[in-house]
């Protein structure tokens, strides 16, 4: 196989496109917080808003995916969407925690339309990297290096952020309570837009642009069909969704849990950093486990994530060690369910264009980020939904211990259902090292061999077990 190496600067340029993550983490974090104790807005208000916001946003991403699928500029494919992706997601991040001097209705509309803002922005950057690495290297080895080295980035930035921003938080509510989320964005997320920047002038395009034959950048029949039968992309979409979901509730929750269901507020500081060391150290182990078949890796990887979650959920967070000790098994196992499944989800692009011969990279990612969006709205929403239930009151001081008790469910629960319904799904999933080294193979040679029908033995030395009925 194609062992094109990837030259360490552009590496550890991709280290530095993590800084685009910066403000997205921010919201995500303490948007549910923010918009019912500053805005005044209630949880289930929130959560429905969320929701809605997460699905009109996700629309945009396959026309976004397409339009990078289909770009030739002298700056690449990529750069020109990172580029602006990365200013919408500053500037509009800022705005998501601004109070504006309005009523209920027209904070409600401000938070709808800055919050979708900040998610179009981003989706435009994170596109632009994502789809970048498979134009990086032809290398399985090397795509897994390059996005352990792109996550290092984004859990370096989330570690020196998380373990930052209350204490800014904190710093800036003594003297303006109200503007103290927008400030601290500002200050964080002007580093963040300046470490992209400095990616910007790093990232190369080092595979030529694809010849027409491959080219399905055309966001029509063929493209949509392609995926739609594409049944791996299917199965990798579905375990996606399900971990997402618990992860956006789990983290949603977390802010509230730790002020009123451990009344540790102070622990905040410790604990989301936590999560994203145990992130980091998987990005570093996941170079040397690149030669070990993804597939097992990423299963290793759900398997890390249930033993976090249920060696606090059995114990009931009983004290401060266990917290800190199974929170950072889940940033562990997340970690590497991150590193991993961009270089899965680059292997069913390859699949697809074996079977159906269409390679849309712009398309695929699009579509794992509109699944991403509508995974995180649903999981706000249950969380908004599940505070309301639980008796939640937005703005006050002390919570009831009803809602203490449901917000160590809402944080801990559904990280005990979603690994294993994902390690189900995976079962069905074939594309190993093995059967996408065969693959890549034929696509070198611009095979054009149906998997379903073909008999020969080139067909079946490609996809051995791959093509087996789900």
Request: proline share 4%; aromatic share 12%; net charge neutral.
């Amino acid at each position: 196989m194609n062992e094109q190496k990837v030259p360490l600067l552009q590496k550890i340029g991709f280290m530095l496109s993590g800084g685009c993550m910066i403000v997205f983490n921010l919201v995500t974090l303490f948007a549910l917080i923010f918009f019912t104790d500053l805005m005044g807005l209630s949880p289930a208000v929130v959560g429905t808003m969320l929701l809605v916001s997460k699905v009109v946003d996700a629309v945009f991403d396959p026309a976004l995916g397409t339009m990078i699928d289909r770009t030739e500029t002298r700056f690449g494919k990529t750069k020109p969407w990172i580029f602006a992706g990365a200013i919408g997601t500053f500037v509009l991040g800022i705005l998501v925690f601004v109070v504006p001097g309005f009523g209920s209705t027209g904070k409600l509309v401000w938070s709808f339309i800055t919050y979708n803002g900040v998610n179009i922005a981003f989706s435009a950057c994170v596109l632009g990297i994502l789809t970048l690495i498979p134009l990086v290297t032809k290398s399985q080895l090397e795509r897994v290096s390059v996005t352990a080295f792109q996550y290092m980035g984004q859990y370096i930035f989330a570690i020196a952020t998380t373990a930052a921003v209350m204490p800014l938080i904190t710093y800036f509510n003594k003297s303006t309570p109200i503007s103290a989320y927008w400030k601290t964005t500002l200050i964080l997320g002007g580093i963040g837009f300046v470490a992209t920047m400095a990616f910007l002038f790093t990232a190369k395009e080092n595979v030529p642009m694809q010849a027409p034959t491959e080219k399905a950048g055309v966001l029509g029949k063929e493209s949509l069909a392609a995926l739609s039968k594409n049944k791996y992309f299917m199965l990798l979409a579905a375990t996606f969704v399900i971990m997402l979901v618990a992860m956006s509730v789990h983290q949603s929750a977390l802010a509230q849990y730790l002020i009123y269901g451990l009344k540790m507020p102070d622990l905040a500081s410790v604990l989301i950093p936590l999560f994203y060391v145990g992130a980091f150290l998987a990005a570093i182990l996941a170079k040397s486990f690149a030669r070990f078949d993804k597939l097992k890796v990423i299963k290793f990887a759900v398997v890390g994530i249930l033993a976090g979650d249920a060696l606090r959920l059995l114990t009931g967070d009983s004290s401060v060690p266990i917290v800190i000790g199974g929170e950072f098994l889940i940033g562990l196992g997340a970690g590497f369910f991150s590193v991993y499944l961009p270089p899965l989800l680059i292997d069913t692009v390859e699949y697809g264009f074996f079977k159906f011969k269409v390679r849309n990279y712009g398309l695929v990612m699009s579509a794992m980020t509109v699944f991403q969006k509508i995974a995180q709205g649903v999981g706000i929403a249950l969380t908004g939904y599940w505070l309301e239930f639980g008796g939640y009151v937005s703005g006050a001081v002390e919570q009831s211990e009803s809602v203490a008790k449901t917000l160590f469910d809402a944080h801990l629960l559904p990280f005990a259902i979603a690994p294993l319904l994902g390690l189900f799904l995976l079962h069905f999933y074939k594309l190993d090292m093995k059967t996408m080294e065969g693959i890549l193979v034929e696509n070198e040679k611009g095979a054009n061999v149906s998997v379903d029908e073909a008999g020969g033995e080139e067909a079946d030395a490609a996809t051995g077990e791959a093509d087996g009925e789900v």
